[in-house]
């Protein structure tokens, strides 16, 4: 059934002004229009900071790479094949996540890593629609925006949309979705717009469980079938979970395995980290929510995410660096809004009066936080600009022929993927590939020549050029 079905066939709350919450509802027409206005906004933003970073070769690691390789080959009905990974490596042997063949048309069409920077800051941007959505709902008009506006420019998501490009980004807008519709109390809405996070990743059927088992628990006076419903989804995501791990990923591995068990079972006691872990639980709860978002169920959504992070020896996973945080950002705002709106019942005036002045704190300190955070950049003209060294290595790289295959490191993968066979610098398993790129800008590589002959035995590579501290070997057979 469709979620528009759902939203005229269940009863639809009123939901009264809270104490303290003096509502200032414009007319409908002209609110309506308030979340998408911000979203647009921020997907400008988003894809210039990424956008920008592409631009400058300042790419942070080889995930870009990785998931253009996997788009290029759905776009073109194959396997979803990464090289990166190892020559022929199934990307579904490494992380199950078949919901990136979406991109695949809009590839097809525009076939650039810039599609996928654009689209992930397109869905994120999305996610702050039902955000702000909702939070109007409880809030009103102002203090929706307010929340609207912290969401959209929360760390966690600012972080994401820095760090190249990631499956998640389609989880966020997806569980943004479902827990609007839990503040709604459409719950079975709730449910289907959780259901695919099983075909994000691995991981999220234990979010797609965590969310059924807050819909059963509001279900259980006044809709017994529904929380019925949502208990045979929470069993869903938990079943998901244990087939992908157990059974799925390792038939598309090479060696028979999940790769990423070493994460959790060579970790050590659940205290090693645990500033860093209390720090980012402190960054999650006091500049985002003000700490009032404790009081709201819906913060134990988060928790199988902050659980198998934090129980990860991978000390990457404890902090607030990289992608980890985005799909946490709509569960603490969200459950921030509906801890507003309830705080209304509070005896204690304090509570009522810290509630109404709370969103704009939030929105205050989340443009406070920008000022060191990636969409600082947009301040700075540098970032619309493509510095003149990155013009030289494009060019230099340009003389690599499309379909030439190609060894490289961080630097040159994202100007390769889209028309080369690209390898990770010393993971071509016995494959001479043509050529190879290498970013020795620090001058790690003192003898490009002699590092490719200890990677290939019997190969011979000659310099093909140089640029910016950028290199390019070539082996003469390759032409």
Not at 42 to 67: K, P, Q
Not at 121 to 139: E, G
Request: proline content about 8%.
């Amino acid at each position: 059934m469709p979620a528009s079905t759902l939203r005229a066939s269940e009863p639809q709350p009123h939901i009264p002004t809270p104490v303290g919450l003096p509502r200032d509802d414009p007319p409908p027409d002209r609110a309506r229009w308030d979340p998408w206005i911000l979203a647009a906004a921020l997907c400008a933003a988003y894809a210039a900071v990424s956008v920008g970073r592409y631009r400058h070769m300042t790419t942070l690691s080889w995930d870009l790479g990785i998931f253009e390789q996997v788009v290029r080959a759905y776009a073109h009905l194959r396997a979803p094949v990464a090289d990166l990974k190892g020559p022929g490596f199934d990307i579904l042997g490494d992380h199950f996540s078949p919901v990136t063949a979406l991109l695949a048309p809009v590839y097809r069409l525009f076939p650039s890593p810039v599609t996928l920077l654009v689209a992930q800051a397109a869905l994120f941007a999305l996610s702050a629609v039902p955000v702000t959505r909702a939070a109007a709902r409880l809030l009103g008009r102002r203090r929706g925006l307010a929340l609207g506006l912290a969401y959209g420019l929360s760390w966690g998501v600012q972080r994401a949309v820095d760090f190249d490009f990631h499956e998640i980004c389609f989880a966020v807008p997806l569980i943004a979705l479902s827990l609007e519709a839990v503040l709604a109390e459409r719950r079975r809405a709730a449910l289907y717009w959780a259901l695919p996070l099983v075909l994000v990743k691995e991981d999220l059927g234990l979010t797609l469980a965590a969310i059924a088992l807050v819909v059963a628990w509001r279900a259980r006076g006044s809709s017994p079938r529904t929380a019925a419903y949502a208990l045979g989804a929470a069993v869903f995501g938990l079943a998901a979970t244990v087939l992908v791990l157990t059974v799925v990923i390792p038939a598309f591995n090479t060696s028979g395995t999940y790769d990423y068990w070493n994460k959790v079972s060579e970790s050590g006691s659940p205290l090693d980290g645990l500033g860093t872990k209390l720090r980012t639980l402190a960054w999650l709860l006091i500049p985002t929510t003000g700490l009032l978002a404790l009081r709201s169920p819906l913060l134990l959504v988060a928790l199988p995410t902050l659980g198998w992070r934090f129980l990860s020896g991978d000390e990457h996973y404890w902090g607030t660096d990289w992608h980890y945080s985005a799909v946490l950002m709509p569960v603490v705002f969200l459950a921030l809004a509906e801890a507003l709106a309830t705080a209304r019942t509070s005896p204690r005036p304090w509570l009522s009066s810290y509630a109404a002045q709370l969103p704009a704190a939030v929105a205050a300190a989340a443009l406070a936080l920008t000022t060191s955070l990636p969409l600082a950049q947009l301040t700075e003209a540098e970032v619309y600009r493509k510095p003149a060294p990155v013009s030289g290595v494009e060019r230099l790289l340009a003389r690599i022929p499309d379909g030439a295959t190609v060894e490289a490191n961080v630097g040159p993968i994202s100007r390769l993927t889209s028309r080369c066979r690209v390898f990770w610098l010393g993971g071509t398993q016995g494959i001479t590939p043509g050529y190879i790129a290498l970013e020795n800008i620090d001058g790690r590589y003192r003898d490009p020549v002699g590092y490719a002959r200890r990677l290939h035995p019997g190969a011979d590579y000659a310099v093909a050029g140089k640029a910016n501290g950028y290199v390019l070997l070539e082996r003469p057979a390759a032409r």
